[in-house]
């Protein structure tokens, strides 16, 4: 597998680490993403790709919004949000913000309420959803069913972009063993897997997230260590 030009990806050290390489040689070869600001008619290809992944004759083929839970089918107002917070990354194609592997289909209004909080990534066994506060910092919660799917594109961005993204959470990094245990105790669903794959085919089957290759082995190791 070809080991991608690091001097093209959008760093803010020129020096990339072991680890970071490795990974980066997991994922293979990184497409040229269009910058987020240029995606426009982009943006509807994304949502048909996340609808041509669903399959409506299996119960749990459905894919639902991850913070509201409303199946794509249903939803009157898609909106594209970034795992990583737009605010908290570097701009053009080779970065973050321009990354379509780290992209979710949510509701709209969830998409606003959820802002550039961090995500609370880790089971918290309560109905509460939206912003909650850890100590003294305002995070973002949602239900713990999705918290896997969503922490799968979270740590792939953070071992992806490793030193261009902007620091985790105290809470984040208290919780790092919850959050690698939910990854590695919940299994990928039908539509979140498809999705990935159709992903991977639109791009040329050049790239991956490691992680839906490699669940819980040795990439999710790997990714953890970069990405906290």
């Known amino acids: 597998m070809t080991l991608p030009d690091l001097s093209r990806l959008s760093l803010k050290s020129a020096d990339a680490s072991e680890p970071h390489e490795e990974w980066l040689e997991l994922c293979g070869t990184m497409p040229k993403f269009t910058a987020w600001r240029r995606l426009r008619g982009g943006k509807r290809y994304i949502h048909e790709l996340a609808d041509r992944s669903e399959n409506d004759r299996f119960s749990n083929g459905q894919l639902v919004t991850v913070y509201g839970m409303t199946d794509i089918d249903e939803l009157e107002r898609p909106s594209i949000e970034h795992v990583w917070p737009q605010s908290k990354t570097d701009g053009g194609r080779r970065s973050a913000k321009a990354d379509w ?86 299994r990928i ?40």
Do not use: C
């Open 101 to 186: 592997f780290g992209f979710e289909i949510v509701e709209q209004r969830a998409n606003s309420a959820r802002g550039n909080r961090p995500l609370v990534l880790w089971p918290t066994f309560n109905t509460k959803r939206g912003t909650v506060y850890i100590g003294s910092e305002p995070h973002y919660d949602f239900p713990d069913d999705m918290k896997a799917r969503v922490a799968r594109k979270w740590l792939y961005l953070r071992a992806t972009y490793h030193g261009a993204l902007d620091p985790i959470s105290r809470a984040q990094t208290e919780h790092k063993q919850d959050i690698i245990n939910n990854v590695t105790d919940t």
């Open 189 to 228: 669903g039908y539509a979140e897997g498809r999705w990935h794959g159709l992903l991977v085919k639109h791009f040329g089957g050049t790239w991956r997230n490691p992680l839906y290759d490699d669940p819980d082995g040795d990439s999710l190791a790997l990714a953890a260590r970069l990405a906290f």
